[in-house]
């Protein structure tokens, strides 16, 4: 189940992050779909946490497959 600071961020897109959202979650690693022109997936946030391994775990807590999936850490704004 996601936290209430995950949940601010699943289903937005990553490039629509504000500044006062990229200060938040400054570290955080994000999960996307990866872009294929076969599927061309919306590219929302599927999955947030504050490390990899648990990004990951949370994606295969909602039953999809972490390979499908391109994680990045957010940045703080500004750098």
């Known amino acids: 189940m996601a936290s209430i600071k995950e949940s601010a961020l699943l289903g937005r897109v990553p490039e629509e992050l504000s500044i006062d959202d990229r200060r938040a979650f400054a570290g955080w690693w994000i999960a996307v779909p990866l872009y294929s022109p076969a599927t061309l997936p919306p ?29 990045t850490i957010v940045q703080p704004p500004f750098r």
């Open 43 to 71: 590219r929302a946030i599927a999955a947030a946490a504050p490390s990899s391994a648990a990004c990951i775990a949370a994606l295969r807590s909602q039953g999809r497959d972490p390979r499908a999936f391109e994680l």
